[in-house]
């Protein structure tokens, strides 16, 4: 055996793992699991059927799809064979992928279904492909399935008989667009080693470990940490095809995942959850947990990390309890994330690589992790910064055994990539301190030179940014304006910001808090010019800024004066392949219906659209539009999903994957819309101490007259209702923190006694309004929360006979005027056709308490405040007066009310 062959080393631990698990992965709700021996067998069918089929010496192979063990073993098989493997990332447009497959004349091609078109127009166009292999699906015309294809092949006859040497070329990775001059890294044997034979010691894991399988396997941060470095250590593998939080944490539970190799911006996406978890929690739940972050950070250093693990236990089981080693990379992990994970017990640990060291060349040590530092060289590599400045920066250059050897057919562009003494130049900026650890600032051609001759950084500018709570995405980079160069940014403001402001607003906002932060930077650091945008930010696959992109999306903003402008970017071959789908389509359907009355165009709706940002669905209407999806497809939706689903092409994944394990049997539960009804209420709901149902709504009311002209009318109107049955809706606009007490003070005190209020949840965390309300009668809505039980608790108080108040419009208005209601009160009432709805008309509470301002006490004039019922109307009352037809939708309905209201 050769230390320096990759293949050697695998097939080392093929045979010293044999009867250890290797691969997990979970379809149809259930996993599916191979040994070590049962990959090794594989691996046999796969590579004797290649070269059955014809595949030789020095051809080529592509794989492309999501993470899977078929994709696994393809990509072994065709190095094995004695060919090289191309890998290649699915998320890239179909004219890149065509040009990759022509600059290689790959023979063979291993794809996942939603490929199936692109390769047979590719097979019509270029004679040199010979077969085409689909993963997961059964043979079809001139594609052949992968497991018939395997059948070819002989079990017994080993796919490691083929003799290696270190430099004998394997994999042909292709790093950036290709529409142009194309970039494929030739990947040799030995530069696949470093990884078991180094990053696995330093990193302190061994084959009793189990790692996620969640980063892109095309990628090298992805293959040397799952290929190289798992499987030549003989750990389990646990396969999540698609980047999902969801998927990660479940398989992170279920497998008892120890080590996850993740982008920096999945564990900040984790972060924030985290954090959103404690704040929704309320005040005692954010103190606990700030006393504990405290006790970890002046006792952890001395107690170690078992003890932080004690003290956040909560967190640890969200992550399935066993995870204790995350390994970041791809990009800059910012210091807060690091700071808190290392905080709640976490071992975390960042490396530095790029396609041509086959991914970490450098490494902190799992028992040292220094916060900012990507760690040392790993042996039989050598490193050595060019030309420093006086901060000891400048580019970063390796040589040694796990630099690669050389571009694909491109002479010119490796000897660019190399000096004269062998060292690759990374094109990255660095310093390494006296102990040997590197600090990447930047990339080179990202470096901002200004005129002053002052260098700025945009890793360390975004990192900055990227730490107020208004800011979601930050792109910084630098631009020629006026023959100058500045330093510019595009920027994607936090959701509550795009929720609630249009664009104009939002660059307010944003240019408040860039003059904020800005004051804490030296001069020549602070970014000149900025727009606000509304769509994400262009990433590479590994989820790093494509500052070209950014550049050029700046120039067209600044062309357009400060218009909103739509950057097209081309889409990817599986996004074409999804949107010319039926299914596809059909949900498109469902989606414009629901969004009405905003005007969608059905060629317009894409996959990355956001559900709520994009497409304008808020929850409600993310409900009505998958109980019509349900009935299409025959499907049953989870009852997160209205809170889960964030954009179209979520929602088309998890129809198909609903409508698979259904197999055309119909729903084998009750739809969404069914379940609504289920509910049972808690025997305290409404049983309020007077204190709250009538002393503090009568305080309020007493002050009120005080201060202000305050007149309720329409009393009589619910006389009207007194000897008939069923519950009271009382919907009415919302304009001030005033209108809940009011309202209820207003009513009689027969009809109050049995009624419950609803509002947003965090009003039982604020220190003010908190004290005044009783969980007993009041049902919290979280804007983002689970719908679907909020509306069953809401339908089960009517359905016992109990009042409700609700305000339809979802928040209080910001100008006064009445907002459009979301759908809700349609659909209680098209649950409970028995309840009346109230209209209530409230107003002047907003001229004397607007919302986020104190209350306006005094006044050289006194303001009138009122309030005034309705007539109340049943569903089949509403249909008798023809305000609508008896098949009205909820939104219908809910548009009725507010007319009326609007009226009164």
């Known amino acids: 055996m050769n230390k320096y062959i990759y293949t050697d080393l695998l097939l080392q631990s093929i045979k010293q793992n044999a009867d250890r698990s290797c691969f997990h992965i979970k379809h149809d709700g259930k996993y599916r699991t191979w040994t070590y021996t049962d990959f090794h067998r594989d691996l046999n069918r796969l590579v004797d059927a290649l070269k059955k089929h014809g595949f030789g010496p020095l051809d080529n192979g592509v794989v492309i799809g999501e993470n899977t063990p078929e994709w696994a073993m393809a990509y072994h098989a065709f190095f094995l064979a004695g060919g090289r493997t191309v890998p290649v990332d699915p998320n890239l447009p179909a004219t890149e992928i065509r040009e990759i497959i022509r600059l290689t004349n790959a023979r063979f091609i291993v794809f996942s279904p939603s490929f199936t078109d692109l390769f047979r127009d590719l097979k019509s166009d270029f004679s040199f492909i010979k077969t085409l292999i689909i993963i997961g699906d059964a043979a079809h015309g001139d594609v052949t399935g992968f497991n018939d294809f395997c059948g070819t092949g002989d079990p017994d006859i080993d796919a490691f008989s083929r003799p290696f040497t270190p430099d004998d070329p394997l994999v042909i990775l292709f790093t950036s667009g290709t529409t142009g001059r194309a970039k494929g890294v030739v990947l040799v044997q030995r530069n696949f080693t470093a990884a078991p034979l180094h990053a696995v010691p330093r990193m302190k894991v061994s084959a009793h470990d189990t790692m996620l399988a969640v980063l892109p396997l095309h990628h090298v941060f992805g293959t040397a940490a799952c290929f190289a470095a798992?499987?030549?250590?003989?750990?389990?593998?646990?396969?999540?095809?698609?980047?999902?939080?969801?998927?990660?944490?479940?398989?992170?539970?279920?497998?008892?995942?120890?080590?996850?190799?993740?982008?920096?911006?999945?564990?900040?996406?984790?972060?924030?959850?985290?954090?959103?978890?404690?704040?929704?929690?309320?005040?005692?739940?954010?103190?606990?947990?700030?006393?504990?972050?405290?006790?970890?950070?002046?006792?952890?250093?001395?107690?170690?990390?078992?003890?932080?693990?004690?003290?956040?236990?909560?967190?640890h089981k969200k992550f399935g309890g066993k995870l204790n080693l995350i390994i970041s990379g791809g990009s800059s992990l910012s210091k807060k994330c690091f700071s808190y994970f290392h905080r709640w017990g976490f071992t975390i640990v960042e490396g530095y690589g790029l396609t041509e060291t086959f991914g970490p060349i450098t490494l902190c040590p799992g028992d040292d992790p220094r916060q900012g530092s990507v760690g040392m060289v790993l042996p039989d590599n050598e490193m050595k910064i060019l030309s420093p400045d006086t901060f000891g920066v400048g580019e970063v250059l390796f040589k040694g055994e796990t630099v690669f050897t050389g571009y694909f057919n491109d002479e010119e562009r490796t000897k660019g990539a190399f000096d004269k003494d062998g060292w690759f130049h990374t094109g990255d900026l660095g310093r390494v301190d006296r102990d040997g650890f590197l600090y990447i600032s930047g990339r080179l051609k990202d470096l901002i030179v200004l005129d002053s001759g002052k260098n700025a950084y945009p890793d360390e500018l975004e990192d900055y940014y990227l730490t107020s709570a208004l800011i979601e995405e930050i792109g910084v980079f630098g631009a020629q304006v006026k023959g100058k160069e500045i330093i510019a940014a595009l920027i994607v403001p936090c959701v509550s910001i795009r929720r609630s402001h249009s664009l104009e607003k939002a660059s307010e906002i944003i240019r408040n808090e860039m003059s904020r932060m800005g004051r804490n930077l030296p001069s020549y650091k602070k970014i000149t010019d900025f727009f606000v945008v509304y769509d994400p930010l262009p990433k590479t696959t590994t989820i790093k800024l494509k500052k070209q992109?950014?550049?050029?999306?700046?120039?067209?903003l600044r062309d357009k004066s400060g218009a909103a402008a739509v950057f097209q970017r081309p889409f990817s071959a599986i996004d074409n392949a999804l949107m010319a789908t039926k299914e596809y389509k059909t949900l498109v359907g469902h989606i414009i219906t629901a969004a009405r009355p905003l005007s969608l165009k059905p060629d317009a709706v894409q996959p990355a659209h956001n559900l709520e940002l994009d497409l304008g669905l808020d929850s409600l209407k993310r409900l009505d539009m998958l109980?019509?999806?349900?009935?299409?497809?025959?499907?049953?939706?989870?009852?997160?999903?209205?809170?889960?689903?964030?954009?179209?092409?979520?929602?088309?994944?998890?129809?198909?994957?609903?409508?698979?394990?259904?197999?055309?049997?119909?729903?084998?539960?009750?739809?969404?819309?069914?379940?609504?009804?289920?509910?049972?209420?808690?025997?305290s709901a409404g049983k309020s101490p007077k204190l709250l149902t009538e002393t503090v709504p009568r305080l309020a009311f007493f002050l009120s007259t005080l201060l202000w002209d305050v007149s309720v009318e329409g009393l009589e109107n619910l006389g009207a209702r007194a000897g008939a049955k069923g519950p009271l809706i009382f919907c009415a606009n919302h304009q001030s923190y005033l209108d809940g007490l009011l309202l209820l003070h207003a009513l009689p005190p027969r009809i109050r006694d049995a009624t419950i209020t609803t509002g947003k949840s965090e009003a039982l965390s604020s220190p003010f309004l908190s004290p005044f309300i009783n969980i007993s009668s009041f049902i919290p809505v979280q804007r983002d929360g689970d719908v679907v039980q909020a509306l069953r608790l809401l339908i089960a108080a009517l359905k016992n006979g109990k009042n409700l108040i609700i305000f339809p419009e979802g928040g209080q208005s910001r100008t006064g005027d009445m907002r459009e209601f979301k759908s809700g009160v349609g659909l209680l009432m098209l649950e409970t056709p028995a309840a009346a709805v109230v209209p209530v008309r409230i107003k002047g509470t907003f001229d004397v308490w607007p919302a986020g301002k104190l209350p306006k006490l005094i006044g050289a004039k006194r303001r009138r405040l009122s309030i005034t019922f309705g007539t109340p109307l049943t569903l089949q009352d509403l249909i008798d007066m023809k305000k609508i037809t008896p098949y009205a939708t909820a939104p219908m309905i809910a548009s009725c009310v507010h007319d009326i209201i609007q009226g009164m």
């Open 230 to 315: 798992a499987l030549c250590t003989g750990m389990d593998l646990v396969f999540v095809p698609k980047v999902k939080g969801p998927l990660i944490l479940e398989a992170l539970s279920e497998h008892g995942v120890t080590i996850l190799p993740a982008v920096p911006k999945m564990i900040a996406l984790f972060h924030g959850s985290i954090e959103h978890a404690i704040r929704s929690r309320g005040i005692a739940a954010r103190a606990l947990f700030g006393l504990l972050s405290l006790t970890s950070a002046a006792l952890g250093p001395v107690l170690g990390t078992k003890f932080r693990k004690k003290l956040f236990g909560g967190i």
């Open 627 to 683: 109980c019509a999806v349900e009935g299409a497809f025959s499907i049953v939706f989870p009852d997160d999903a209205p809170m889960t689903l964030q954009t179209m092409g979520d929602l088309y994944t998890l129809t198909m994957e609903l409508r698979s394990v259904a197999s055309g049997q119909g729903p084998s539960a009750a739809c969404l819309r069914e379940r609504l009804a289920t509910a049972a209420l808690p025997a």
């Open 549 to 556: 992109e950014l550049r050029q999306w700046y120039y067209v």
